[in-house]
């Protein structure tokens, strides 16, 4: 595979990446991740390569670190929903907890 169509393929993951964090497909998201760390890998893995890498992707480079600070973006809100959620339930529980003290025991 030629640097050309690796740097397309880099690019198309990273976009798909974003596609399945902005629809909640995280299984999806993973396995996309996966493919683009051994794409990486292939692009970088010797001194060689990896010169020729800097030389043809560096523009590339720019719209996937853009791409990425979104992915962390979305990951982050989805953090702090879930975290908001977490909060709910415990409290919903907690609530729950005493008033099934209440009627256990009605003094």
Do not use: C
């Not at 560096?58 to 975290?83: F, G, H, M, S, W």
């Amino acid at each position: 595979m030629d640097i050309r169509t690796q740097k397309d393929q880099l690019l198309r993951l990273t976009q798909a990446m974003l596609a399945s964090a902005e629809s909640d497909d995280w299984d999806e998201f993973e396995l996309q991740e996966q493919q683009r760390n051994v794409l990486l890998n292939m692009i970088f893995g010797s001194p060689d390569s990896a010169e020729l890498a800097k030389i043809h992707l560096v523009d590339v480079v720019k719209e996937i670190l853009l791409i990425d600070q979104a992915i962390t973006n979305l990951i982050r809100q989805q953090r702090d929903q879930a975290a908001e959620e977490l909060r709910r339930f415990r409290n919903a529980r907690a609530g729950s907890k005493a008033y099934q003290i209440a009627i256990d025991d009605p003094m």
